[in-house]
């Protein structure tokens, strides 16, 4: 069974934390995405990579930072976690060039909390 | 920025009743998919199904059906005789030119109740 597993579910983080929050995909997808899910915004793409080391913006970047140094792994970074960064994070992978049958494939989420 | 509209931010049935999600999207492209993913709460969004821009098509899967409309950039998902395990949210998305990127409408959330 293909899956993108996100390290935790919850997260409690305190103002001005570096916050780290990691994706692991198991498919061999080039594509890999770290979304926000905010209610009544649905999702907002944060950043996004379609190959080792590349990383692009996507609509909502400022704040964040990203990492891909395996093909299987993408990380998001919270420089300096915020308040208004509270919010359920989705990690999501696909293959290349074309989306396939299923689209994305999604992580569990991880919903966090800045105190 | 080509929009994705879910216009009903929340529903409430009654089992056994039909329910209409709406999605309406935006475009310049000639050739795009379209997806419907369900989102229950446990939080890991689950794929429903792909429709391809050149194939309208209209698909039924069970209980499940959904209707392509190209001429007004409607991708709508209809629930026959609902069930209580169908509360979620329900999220419509629509590829980028590159096919490589989805954009995903604001979510209905549909509440069936016994």
């Known amino acids: 069974d293909v899956k993108v597993t996100q390290s935790s579910r919850y997260l409690v983080k305190r103002t001005g934390e570096k916050v780290f929050l990691e994706c692991v995909q198991d498919?061999?997808?080039?594509?890999m995405f770290w979304y926000r899910q905010d209610p009544g915004l649905g999702l907002r793409l944060i950043y996004f990579?379609?190959?080792?080391?590349?990383?692009e913006k996507g609509d909502i970047p400022e704040g964040y930072s990203v990492s891909r140094e395996k093909k299987e792994r993408f990380s998001l970074i919270l420089e300096s976690a915020s308040t208004n960064q509270t919010s359920m994070y989705l990690c999501?992978?696909?293959?290349?060039?074309?989306?396939?049958?299923?689209?994305?494939?999604f992580g569990s989420g991880t919903r966090l909390t800045v105190v | 920025a080509q929009k994705v509209t879910q216009a009903q931010t929340e529903i409430s049935v009654v089992e056994k009743e039909d329910v209409t999600l709406d999605c309406v999207y935006e475009?310049?492209?000639?050739?795009?998919?379209l997806f419907w993913y369900k989102q229950p709460p446990s939080g890991e969004l689950v794929f429903l199904i792909r429709r391809n821009s050149f194939d309208e098509q209209n698909e039924i899967s069970g209980r499940y059906s959904w209707n392509f409309q190209k001429s007004t950039s409607s991708f709508n998902f209809t629930i026959t005789a609902s069930q209580v395990v169908d509360s979620a949210v329900y999220f419509c998305a629509r590829s980028s030119g590159s096919a490589r990127q989805l954009t995903f409408g604001s979510g209905t959330q549909l509440t069936v109740l016994p």
């Open positions: 475009t310049r492209d000639t050739t795009y998919y």
């Open positions: 990579s379609y190959d080792v080391k590349m990383k």
């Open positions: 498919m061999d997808h080039e594509n």
């Open positions: 999501a992978s696909s293959s290349s060039p074309w989306l396939s049958n299923y689209g994305y494939t």
